[in-house]
């Protein structure tokens, strides 16, 4: 396979990551930009076995390998893929970043240690500097990545009672001091390797990034887990795209640079949506005030509850419903009962409509793809900026297993979420919500809107509660 050949493919292969990610920006597209993802991804680990084997000599044994890479790795994806339950994506997308960033890391030790295999030194000769730099960098963004991926994991799951893996944010005296201590000290030896490309200056430029990857996640709260996804969906693109200069490999290079870029943007989005610093997201410096405050503050209060036929009644004779779906209804695995409430009240004349915030559930667009897997028409879902204003003319604002990205408290100062923008649905005329207890969200903060006048509480599982509201509306 002549070189030109293989960047042809390379080149065809990332005109299609483009083009993926022009079709996953809007769920009507999504699934062209899936295929094209697909085709793009097939196109170039093809390219890359068939060059594997050509340098090897077309040794059955180098093809054995590659073969065996392809089936055992490409299982154990369709396996994953097939058997995972829409709550547990967050949990399966910090599993795939941990192994992008693993792979960077044992890449660059591979490279480093017979760089004349990959074609970037000769046999006994040292690595170029501008390569060991790429190198270092690329190890550690992915040992960065590795460890904090499996940090967000253990968070995203919340069934694991090992300290670092629990919601609550995990913080010490002096943790940034020792941060930047542990920055500089990577940045020292980055600049051994550079200088001398010795096997010490590299391990601990590998160790140190597991460590900071540890400690840079640990801050973070479970609310803020939208954003942490994103943030190492953007660190796992960096660190593919350090190797493929590395190894002058246009794929690793185009494909890491899309991912990382696109992955910073979202993060910038979903910094804007919490009201946090993009910076402190960076760094890891975030998410430690938001569970600071105890939920309802130790005062006693009471909240209106009612049933579900209560709620039906309700929305029976509205004119406008809008939905506000969260988390709670991913785990209640409720999207296909809420459409069939959808689909009645539309039937009677009622206009629906679903009010989508950006960092609901526990990753960025974790609603919208709930919805699409129920099928629910496009031209009823609205992101936040869009739904805002209408909530003020709604009948009912009906809250699914949502509650900080509803609560008022965001409005006022002080508070540990002020500012980050909400769904307004404490304005809708009457505002029904669906919850198990009483019990506060990720924030760890208490609701204003359960206790108001105006709001109806309906406890209880939202598969069962939807189910029971779409049999009593009449």
Same mark, same amino acid.
Request: with cysteine.
């Given at each position: ?25 809007? %769920? ?27 340098? /090897? ?27 995972? *339950?829409?709550?547990?994506?967050? *949990? ?26 990959? #074609? ?8 170029? @500097? ?12 992915? &040992? ?24 609550? %944010?995990?913080?010490? %005296? ?23 490309? /010795?096997?010490?200056?590299? !391990? ?41 200069? /590395? ?8 494909? #890491? ?37 105890? &939920?309802? #503050? ?28 969260? +988390? ?5 695995? &409720? ?29 960025? @667009? ?9 099928? $629910?028409? +496009? ?53 029904? !919500?669906?919850?198990?207890?009483? &019990? ?7 609701? *204003? ?15 069962? $509660? !939807? ?8």
């Amino acid at each position: 396979m002549s070189m030109n050949l293989v960047v042809l493919l390379y080149l065809i292969a990332s005109v299609c990551f483009i083009q993926a990610l022009k079709g996953l920006s809007h %769920p009507t597209t999504s699934i062209r930009g899936n295929v094209f993802g697909m085709t793009g991804m097939a196109i170039a680990v093809l390219t890359t076995a068939a060059l594997i084997v050509e340098l /090897s000599g077309g040794k059955a044994q180098g093809m054995v390998y590659v073969l065996g890479g392809l089936v055992v790795g490409g299982g154990i994806g369709a396996v994953m893929a097939k058997k995972v *339950e829409m709550t547990k994506m967050p *949990e399966l997308v910090a599993f795939m970043h941990s192994m992008i960033g693993l792979a960077a890391v044992c890449i660059a030790v591979a490279v480093v240690a017979e760089p004349w295999a990959f #074609g970037i030194a000769g046999r006994d000769l040292p690595i170029p @500097g501008g390569n060991r730099i790429e190198l270092a960098l690329g190890a550690f963004i992915g &040992a960065v990545t590795f460890s904090g991926s499996v940090i967000a994991f253990g968070k995203l799951s919340g069934k694991y009672k090992f300290r670092l893996f629990q919601g609550a %944010p995990v913080t010490f %005296p002096g943790q940034h001091k020792l941060n930047l201590a542990l920055g500089l000290a990577t940045a020292f030896f980055v600049f051994g390797f550079w200088h001398s490309q /010795s096997w010490m200056d590299i !391990v601990l430029v590998i160790a140190l990034g597991f460590v900071l990857g540890v400690l840079i996640i640990i801050p973070i709260g479970g609310a803020d887990m939208p954003v942490v996804v994103s943030m190492l969906n953007s660190y796992s693109g960096w660190a593919a795209a350090g190797i493929g200069f /590395s190894l002058n490999n246009s794929m690793l290079i185009i494909a #890491g640079s899309l991912v990382g870029s696109s992955g910073a943007i979202l993060s910038y989005i979903m910094c804007k949506a919490m009201n946090r610093s993009f910076i402190s997201v960076i760094l890891g410096g975030f998410g430690g005030d938001a569970g600071a405050a105890a &939920a309802g #503050g130790g005062v006693q209060r009471t909240a209106k509850s009612g049933s579900a036929d209560d709620a039906a009644f309700i929305l029976g004779n509205a004119e406008t419903v809008v939905i506000v779906p969260g +988390y709670g209804l991913a785990v209640a695995r &409720a999207q296909h009962a809420v459409k069939e409430l959808a689909h009645k009240l539309t039937e009677k004349g009622i206009t629906v409509k679903y009010a989508i915030h950006p960092v609901a559930g526990r990753m960025p @667009g974790h609603m919208n793809v709930l919805l699409a897997e129920a099928e $629910v028409p +496009y031209d009823q879902v609205f992101e936040m900026e869009d739904i805002n204003g209408e909530f003020g003319q709604a009948d009912v604002a009906i809250i699914l297993g949502a509650n900080d990205v509803v609560n008022p408290a965001a409005l006022q100062k002080g508070s540990p979420i002020y500012g980050m923008p909400i769904l307004e649905a404490y304005k809708a005329k009457t505002v029904i !919500v669906n919850k198990r207890s009483m &019990a506060a969200g990720y924030a760890g903060l208490d609701n *204003e809107l359960f206790y108001m006048d105006k709001t109806m509480m309906v406890f209880g599982d939202a598969k069962k $509660v !939807v189910e029971d509201m779409t049999k009593a509306v009449e």
